[in-house]
């Protein structure tokens, strides 16, 4: 349970919704475990492990339909995770499912050794990600999960901007045969790309052409960058949108013709400013020689505010309109 | 695929077993002795238990470790690898030469089991992983219908870990009765006594109102050993097999001292050890013959 959400848009950014077409889907959570559960009917390989999670993950449709598929541990996520990988050790194709907060803190060892180490083709899944528990504070948010899983070997780290890369993101997940870890909001997305976009884990989708600045983002932030480009549009700033889904491996040559192409680079992440995308844009960049303007939109190294996913976001510029003012700055 | 006859140890008898536990401590210390590093002490302990399961016990050979009917074994206690690799050695899943680049610079012989060695079924050496893994293997097993059964061997300081017990209360919700935990039970610790260093006592209860059946035995008696990890739980529930053992088994001056937890022989205490050893083999040979 969280506090009631006051709406993640202003009225400005509402009507850039409208403008732009944007039209609203499901939280990617419950996508993932809608789409799961098609994929489950079609391959009794697949098999859930929860933490007392399924209602949280929207997972009570499978685990009617699909009980024999779906394997509740109580909460307990090390066991979820240890449980997770012996499966997938076993032939299964094993995705274990809690809140992103428990599971990439309390039971970063059985992911980095049972999982990792091990090279299981599981899937570990995040739900409840970033600061989507809101109110809840710290103890329910994850800002560390990136930083702590890009310092492990061999897991390749998702976050969907919408239901099409969720969709897509597991998908790949289920065909996978080494580690990955997908993580989920339990915010309703906007349906952000045409219909003949294609998800590849590691290939960034370009969500808006643009050469003046490149938003970077990954997640449920990416939503707001593209607000703020096609608000920047209206002042004469034409703004690339990259969704960088797959934080690892990062799509370096997407980021690379960006920091070439554009005067600007603003990476944009629903985590702590330590350790996630942006660093890793950073690094990538410093190290290939390119030095373009550059900012990282994240939470900052303080004791996060209180209040909703959108309070947070709105304090801390993740939204259309500090989005833009920080562009125009950086643009002169 | 192979069938389940395929992969069943060779028959031996409990004197050739005994023989073999020998022989093996040997493997063991020498393994420890050229890599100048391992868990001595643990690994002396858990021989007979390793013995026993890959020679009496275990549906698994080298030629058929792919196969999904295949039992399985992860070694929890993954700091004994010195033991479990000069068992799997014997038993012919690699050629024993290559215990000598253990540890090395380059070598695949990691100092804790790893899945690039052929039959090690998973990375472990971070204590408390084993069983929530095997709890994950037994359900996959129970699924896929081919009778399998899991084993794995903690060590008993290993207990402290929580998240063994909540593999215990999982594995007993699930009704695993394919599924087997062994404790080597030699009550040292690296600090010293597991009762000092925090009691786990008394096992037997702890691992009974966790749901299991619950068999405790000599864990250097070879026939007890056999008869307590071969036969099926009364009931649908999973099993814990306390194992009593003495730490640095088989070697005087190592038995029930702590300090060998991760001591390394000197020459002298090297060929001390394995005299001790040759001596063993000579008086069970005689009671053999």
Same mark, same amino acid.
């Given at each position: 349970?969280?506090?009631?959400a006051p ?9 850039m919704i409208?403008?732009l ?5 499901r939280a ?13 009917r079609?391959n009794p ?10 209602g949280?993950g929207?997972?009570g449709?499978?685990? !009617?339909?699909?009980?024999r598929?779906?394997?509740?541990v109580?909460?307990a ?6 449980i997770?990988?012996?499966l ?9 499912v809690?809140?992103?907060c428990?599971?990439t803190a309390r ?5 980095k =050794?049972d999982?990792?180490?091990?090279n299981v083709p599981?899937v570990v899944v ?6 989507s528990y809101g ?5 329910? *948010?994850?800002?560390?999960?990136f ?7 061999n ?6 901007a919408?239901n099409?890369?969720?969709r897509?993101?597991?998908l790949?997940a289920a !065909? #996978?045969?080494?580690p990955?870890y997908?993580?989920f909001?339990k915010a ?8 003949n976009?294609?998800?590849?884990p590691?290939r ?5 052409s643009g050469?003046?600045l %490149?938003?970077?983002?990954s997640?449920?932030?990416v ?5 703020? %480009?096609?608000f920047l549009?209206? !002042?004469?700033?034409?703004?690339r949108?990259?969704s960088m889904?797959t934080v690892r491996?990062?799509?370096e %040559?997407a980021l690379h013709q960006a920091?070439?192409e554009c005067?600007?680079?603003?990476c944009?992440e629903?985590h ?7 660093e890793a844009?950073?690094?990538?960049l410093?190290q290939?020689?390119l030095h373009p303007?550059f900012?990282?939109v994240g ?8 209040g909703?996913?959108?309070?947070i976001f $709105? ?5 259309m309109?500090?989005?833009s003012?920080l562009a125009? !700055?950086m643009l002169g | 695929?192979?069938s389940?006859n ?6 031996r008898?409990d004197?050739?077993l005994a023989?073999k536990?020998i022989?093996?401590?040997? $493997?063991?210390?020498e393994?420890?002795f050229e890599a100048?590093?391992g ?6 302990s858990?021989?007979d ?6 020679n $009496?016990?275990l549906?698994?050979s ?5 196969s999904p ?8 206690? &993954? ?6 690799y000069a068992v799997l ?7 024993v030469?290559d215990l000598k680049?253990?540890? @090395?610079?380059q070598s695949?012989y ?5 899945r ?6 998973m990375n472990t050496?971070?204590?408390? @992983?084993g069983?929530?893994?095997?709890? &994950?293997?037994?359900l996959a097993?129970r699924?896929d219908?081919? &009778?399998?059964?899991?084993?794995t061997?903690?060590?008993?300081g290993?207990?402290?870990?929580g ?10 919700? *699930?009704k ?7 404790i080597d ?7 010293g *006594? ?5 009691? =786990?006592e008394?096992?037997d209860e702890?691992?009974?109102?966790f749901?299991w059946e +619950? $068999?405790?035995?000599?864990? @250097?008696?070879?026939?007890a050993?056999?008869?307590a990890?071969?036969q099926r739980p009364t009931r649908? +529930? ?5 194992? =009593?053992?003495?730490?640095?088994k ?5 038995e029930?001292?702590?300090?060998w937890?991760?001591g390394v ?17 000579t008086?069970?040979?005689?009671v053999? #013959?």
């Open positions: 349970m969280s506090a009631p709406a993640m848009f202003s009225p400005a950014a509402r009507e409208q403008q077409g944007l039209t609203r889907g990617n959570q419950e996508e993932f475990a809608v789409f799961l559960e098609s994929l489950a079609e390989n697949i098999i859930v492990v929860t933490s007392d999670s399924r949280s929207k997972l449709p499978f685990a !009617k339909s699909l009980p598929q779906l394997i509740e109580g909460i996520e090390q066991n979820l995770v240890g997770t990988a012996g997938a050790a076993c032939g299964k194709k094993s995705f274990g809690s809140p992103a428990f599971l039971s970063l060892e059985q992911i =050794n999982i990792c180490y091990s599981a995040g739900i409840s990600a970033g600061v109110a809840l504070g710290t103890t329910h *948010h994850s800002l560390h999960d930083a702590a899983l890009r310092a492990i070997h897991i390749t780290l998702v976050a969907p919408d099409f890369e969720t897509g993101a597991v790949a !065909k #996978a045969g080494t990955t997908l993580r909001g309703a997305m906007l349906d952000l790309h045409a219909p976009a294609c998800f590849e590691g960034a989708i370009s969500v808006r050469s003046d %490149a938003f970077i983002a997640g449920e932030t939503v707001h960058c593209l607000l703020a %480009a096609g549009e209206t !002042k004469g700033l034409h703004c949108v990259l889904h491996p990062l799509d %040559a920091a070439r005067r600007a680079i603003i944009v629903e702590s400013i330590h350790g996630g995308l942006g844009c950073a690094a990538s410093l290939s020689g303007a900012r990282i939470i900052p190294d303080e004791d996060t505010v209180t909703s996913q959108a309070d $709105r304090h801390y510029g993740l939204s309109e500090g989005l003012d125009l !700055k | 695929m192979a389940q395929d992969m069943s140890p060779p028959a008898s004197s050739q023989l536990s022989h093996l401590r040997k $493997r063991t210390l393994a420890i100048g590093a868990h001595t002490g643990g690994g002396l858990c021989i238990i390793l013995n026993v399961l890959y $009496r016990v549906k698994v080298p030629e058929n470790f792919d009917g295949r039992d399985h074994y992860v070694q929890s206690k &993954g700091h004994s690898v010195e033991a479990l050695a014997d038993r012919g899943f690699f050629p030469a680049s253990l540890c @090395h610079y695949h990691v100092g804790h089991p790893t690039k060695i052929h039959g090690i079924e050496g971070a204590l408390g @992983h069983l929530p893994i095997c709890v &994950g293997m037994a097993a699924m219908g081919f &009778g399998a059964r899991v084993f061997l903690l060590g008993d290993e207990l402290a870990e998240s063994n017990w909540e593999a215990a209360m999982a594995a007993s919700h *699930h695993l009765d394919n599924l087997v935990a062994i039970h030699n009550t040292l610790q690296i600090s *006594h597991t009762r000092d260093v925090c009691s =786990n008394p096992l702890k691992w009974r109102a749901g +619950v $068999r405790v035995v000599d864990g @250097h008696d070879i026939g050993l056999s008869t990890l071969t649908p +529930v999973p099993v814990c097999v306390i194992a =009593n053992t003495i730490k640095g088989g070697v005087s001056f190592m029930n001292v702590a300090q937890h991760h022989p000197s020459p002298e205490e090297y060929q001390r050890a394995q005299n001790e050893l040759s001596a063993a083999e008086r069970v040979r005689e053999m #013959a």
